[in-house]
């Protein structure tokens, strides 16, 4: 039973530029968050699809958008590019109300020059 | 303050050792709490996950809720190398019966052989 795969591993970008990252949920799951973890530090939500809309947004600004898909998979996008912008970006999908956990894919590594 | 405090560490401790792991929230809106293993460069696997208040086992991995202290831990009997890693604690839901996860920053243990 396949995991949480996410799509590209790594990724260098420059200032400005905008990047896509792609995330396929844990068979059975239907809900997808995204989280940014800095160097160093725990994950810090960005925000949580289901049922194709954007459910909860934590702080992060409007350069940060998604999308999730019918079959479940989601993308992070980020435009305008900043220097802090470099991290791990996590995808973790999950199911239920409360979900039984959420299950996080390997991680886009985004390195921002 | 943070919604969640979590000493980092470095945590180093001789193989066969009793490992102790602890977090301290502010957030009393917390019903779930888990904990996360996370490998240098990869995603947080769960490790334990607990509803509420109490105490709850799986192998040598004990977690231990208490929500009157705002206090949550997890124990490791007879650590081996592999255990080294950062543990992440998390949390929800919290504001509104929001999904998201809180993190706390991480405690990077070495388990030395």
């Known amino acids: 039973d396949a995991g949480v795969t996410q799509s590209p591993t790594h990724l260098i970008k420059t200032r400005g530029q905008q990047v896509t990252l792609r995330c396929s949920p844990k068979?059975?799951?239907?809900?997808v968050s995204w989280y940014q973890q800095a160097l160093g530090q725990g994950p810090q939500f960005i925000f949580q699809?289901?049922?194709?809309?954007?459910?909860q947004r934590g702080n992060f600004p409007d350069r940060f958008s998604g999308h999730q898909f019918p079959n479940y998979s989601s993308e992070l996008n980020v435009n305008a590019l900043l220097l802090g912008d470099s991290a791990l970006y996590l995808c973790?999908?999950?199911?239920?109300?409360?979900?039984?956990?959420?299950?996080f894919g390997s991680g886009t590594r985004l390195t921002v020059v | 303050q943070k919604e969640v405090e979590q000493d980092p560490g470095p945590l180093s401790v001789p193989e066969g050792a009793i490992v102790s792991l602890n977090c301290t929230y502010s957030?009393?809106?917390?019903?779930?709490f888990m904990w996360y293993r996370q490998y240098s460069r990869k995603g947080p696997e769960l490790l334990m996950y607990t509803y509420s208040s109490g105490n709850k086992e799986d192998g040598r991995f004990t977690a231990q809720v208490d929500k009157s202290s705002k206090y949550i831990s997890l124990f490791i009997r007879d650590s081996q190398p592999s255990d080294s890693a950062t543990y992440l604690c998390?949390?929800?839901?919290?504001?509104?019966?929001?999904?998201?996860?809180?993190f706390g920053k991480g405690t990077k243990l070495t388990v030395n052989p």
């Open positions: 699809y289901y049922e194709e809309e954007e459910r």
């Open positions: 973790a999908s999950s199911f239920g109300n409360p979900p039984s956990g959420y299950t």
């Open positions: 998390a949390m929800g839901p919290s504001q509104g019966g929001s999904e998201k996860l809180v």
């Open positions: 957030n009393s809106a917390f019903q779930y």
């Open positions: 068979s059975g799951h239907d809900t």
